[in-house]
């Protein structure tokens, strides 16, 4: 199973910036989808953004025009650039990959924004 790797959360403030990377053991393109979901004390994991292998990407409405997802394959690594973060945007935020059936975790690194 492929290891997954976060890197870039912090404390910000709101109306801040964040890039939170997600760097694969393995050749990214394979995985059929990539991406980060965030969980909030007390909330359910949501998706927050997703890649899929042709390029297309979704975003949560909650974060559609301030959250950008990328992926570099040469890195083997996926980008979540967070502008004009809010208080809400608080959680700790995961990376997945999905290849078939298989879904991959990371361990989850943590944004909070203060207000």
């Known amino acids: 199973q492929v290891q997954l790797v976060e890197s870039g959360g912090g404390l910000v403030q709101a109306g801040g910036s964040l890039r939170l990377s997600c760097a694969a053991s393995g050749s990214i393109s394979s995985f059929n989808a990539m991406g980060w979901y965030r969980q909030a004390p007390g909330k359910q994991r949501e998706l927050v953004a997703g890649i899929i292998s042709g390029g297309s990407t979704n975003y949560a409405a909650s974060v559609k025009g301030r959250f950008t997802i990328s992926r570099d394959n040469a890195k083997n690594t996926v980008y979540l650039q967070m502008n004009s973060l809010k208080p809400e945007d608080t959680a700790v935020y995961y990376c997945?990959?999905?290849?078939?059936?298989?879904?991959?975790w990371g361990q989850g690194t943590q944004v909070t924004v203060s207000s």
């Open positions: 997945y990959a999905r290849y078939g059936i298989v879904i991959s």
